[in-house]
């Protein structure tokens, strides 16, 4: 797994300034050695793997065509970004990927100078790119501006806004398509399928920008007579195409990964484009590879690998995942009741919905990376009588949040959100973390948040939304397994705004949203041998509050203290609205609130991370002592 390849022509590359020198030859040969790198890297580290291989030889002609930095490339998502962090300076570093204090798995700006914009949410790279132009026309930084986004994020609204902008605006802008025909899933919808049919129709579209003939602006090998220039002129009649009504000059489709037409190609467009240009590349996702390239989903994600083999090294599992536990429930509650239906933006295996979507492929939706969307056509179907669960990423569903609060909350419309990688995440680090939908939720009128402690709490929490018809419900868990508890044979509606006590105690009272609720009972053990057993309570929802439950702990403990997975402003904040509004502070409770901290947390593992964030169970524990006033210093008792 650790064996480096043998790269001559990559050893000779630190810099992209370095690649101006070679030849054609040459950065072909670079390409393959990249291809070897990455892979090896990704073996060591694990990681974003097949979309950075579809984009080898283009991060190679991009780099050795225009003057990066000065030129700035912004790379949609960012997760295809290995390469070319490999190419810009540190490859030194490509194998503390993803681990903390190394390098990131998206773009950063703080990283480096080569990576202009950061990235990790999908569609934003044209309109930054459109920012970089504009900017650099009233006299901002300099050089053109490049964007790399995929199909399946151009599906997205934000890229047609950004898109109709640039037309409109008429300013020099390279966008380049990378047409791989899937995002992280397949891909779904009308642009998919207009691509698909482009490319049949026509393979090269003439450059209108740069000349009337465009058989003129061809470089010298399009004009000689091989077979493949003769099947890319034949094509240049055809005109008229999307992008040139949204104001783009267009060409292509072109084969990704010959390096001979993506450097002619872009050398041409960088001499002569005076406007908005769309290049149409087209590559496959996992190229060079075979594993990755035989994978359903192309080597998205991986775990450490053999590079050999492809095999990925995964530690033996006592519990299932979350997302499991969620969509074989949801697939049980879909077998009872016809009316469920689900809804996903993309991520049909990253939230499980894969699983419900083998067993009910008439009551599955994947609407492509369109998050507002998809709250809003959930909304539709639940006005039109269905019951809807839209599952969504807590960091994507901040995508859609308008659409939550105008087309699902405001119509009580009994959508059923199942909000999965709450929390921290991991790798992914700040770009991925849940950390705000309790307090961007739990503020709208007349819904429903809950958070699960545990897997078996996940189950009744899919049946409590079935059950649920007065207006949206939200739950929401972490990325990850479980803690291995008893699974219920059935899920059981739980009653609405009510928690639970796990363990009676005296004096300090913890109030546990989520899955922390493990590290609260490590905290309470450890408490309990300095003879101090506080009680614990699982709060499960954060809207509308078990109010009796938290005022009865609130006046019979000296000390309140809730611990949740998020940022400030959710269900602590909660509380102690509550608390203030009935006068408890008034008789001298001591309360605190343990939330994410005010800071975005770098990439570690969810172990080190929440250490970070102060929500371990030895700082759960020191809190509470803090709160009774009890020195934290010393053995237990």
């Known amino acids: 797994m650790t064996d480096r390849p043998t790269t001559p022509m990559l050893d000779r590359v630190s810099h992209p300034s370095d690649m101006k020198a070679l030849s054609d030859r040459e950065l072909r040969q670079l390409a393959d050695d990249l291809r070897a790198e990455t892979i090896s890297a990704v073996s060591v580290t694990g990681g974003h793997l097949g979309a950075g291989l579809g984009v080898v030889e283009l991060t190679v002609a991009i780099h050795a065509v225009f003057d990066t930095p000065r030129d700035k490339l912004i790379w949609d998502v960012g997760h295809q970004c290995y390469p070319h962090k490999i190419l810009t300076g540190r490859r030194d570093r490509i194998r503390t990927l993803r ?33 970089f132009a504009a900017a650099r026309d009233l006299g901002g930084d300099p050089g053109d501006a490049i964007a790399v986004i995929g199909d399946g994020s151009m599906s997205a609204g934000m890229a047609f806004e950004a898109m109709n902008n640039a037309g409109h605006l008429k300013k020099r802008l390279f966008v380049i398509l990378n047409d791989n025909e899937m995002s992280i899933a397949p891909p779904v919808g009308a642009l998919s399928s207009y691509l698909s049919r482009l490319y049949a129709e026509a393979p090269f579209q003439d450059l209108k920008a740069a000349a009337k003939s465009a058989v003129s602006l ?4 399009f004009q000689q007579g091989a077979r493949r220039a003769k099947e890319m002129l034949k094509g240049m009649a055809v005109g008229g195409t999307l992008f040139e009504e949204l104001g783009f000059d267009y060409v292509g489709p072109i084969d990704g990964h010959d390096m001979d037409q993506l450097l002619a190609v872009l050398r041409t467009v960088k001499a002569r484009a005076t406007g908005p240009m769309l290049i149409h590349v087209l590559t496959k996702k996992g190229k060079g590879y075979a594993p990755a390239e035989a994978a359903r989903d192309r080597g998205h994600a991986t775990g450490k690998f053999d590079v050999l083999t492809g095999v990925q090294a995964k530690a033996a599992s006592n519990a299932p995942s979350y997302t499991k536990v969620f969509a074989q429930s949801l697939i049980a509650e879909a077998e009872r009741d016809e009316k469920i239906v689900a809804v996903t933006a993309a991520m049909p295996d990253g939230t499980g919905l894969n699983l419900f979507a083998d067993r009910f492929p008439r009551r599955c939706f994947d609407v492509g990376i369109a998050e507002q969307h998809a709250v809003t056509f959930s909304a539709g179907m639940a006005a039109g009588g269905m019951k809807p669960f839209c599952a969504i990423y807590s960091t994507f569903l901040q995508r859609g949040y308008d659409q939550v609060v105008h087309d699902v909350a405001i119509q009580r419309l009994p959508v059923r959100f199942a909000i999965d990688r709450a929390g921290l995440v991991g790798a992914d680090g700040a770009t991925h973390a849940g950390s705000f939908d309790v307090a961007f939720l739990a503020n709208l009128p007349g819904i429903v948040v809950m958070a699960a402690a545990d897997e078996a709490e996940l189950v009744h929490m899919v049946a409590t939304a079935v059950a649920h018809d007065e207006g949206p419900i939200a739950f929401r868990f972490p990325r990850g397994e479980g803690v291995g508890c008893e699974m219920p044979a059935r899920g059981v509606p739980l009653e609405i705004g009510k928690g639970r006590i796990i363990r009676e105690g005296a004096r300090a009272a913890i ?8 590290e609260v009972l490590k905290a309470a053990e450890a408490l309990a041998q300095r003879g101090i057993a506080p009680t614990v309570i699982d709060a499960r929802f954060a809207k509308p509050l078990d109010r009796d439950l938290i005022l009865n702990a609130a006046r019979s403990h000296e000390a309140l203290i809730t611990v949740e997975e998020g940022a400030v402003g959710g269900f602590g904040s909660h509380v102690a609205q509550l608390l203030a509004d009935e006068g ?26 929440y250490q970070v964030a102060g929500m371990d169970a030895a700082q759960i524990e020191a809190k509470v002592l803090q709160a009774l006033g009890v020195a934290v210093v010393g053995k237990r008792a």
Do not use: C, N, W
């Not at 681990?99 to 044209?126: N, V």
């Open 218 to 221: 061809l470089p010298e090998p």
């Open 511 to 518: 109030l546990s949203f989520g899955t922390r609720l493990a």
């Open 99 to 131: 681990a903390e204090g190394g390098l990131s798995g998206f773009t950063k700006r703080s990283e480096s100078p080569y990576d202009p914009f950061g990235a990790a949410h999908s569609s934003t790279s044209i309109s930054a790119a459109l920012g």
């Open 584 to 609: 408890v502070f008034d008789r001298g409770l001591k309360y605190r609130s343990m939330v994410l901290p005010d800071i975005f947390i770098d990439q570690a593992s969810p172990e080190r991370m």
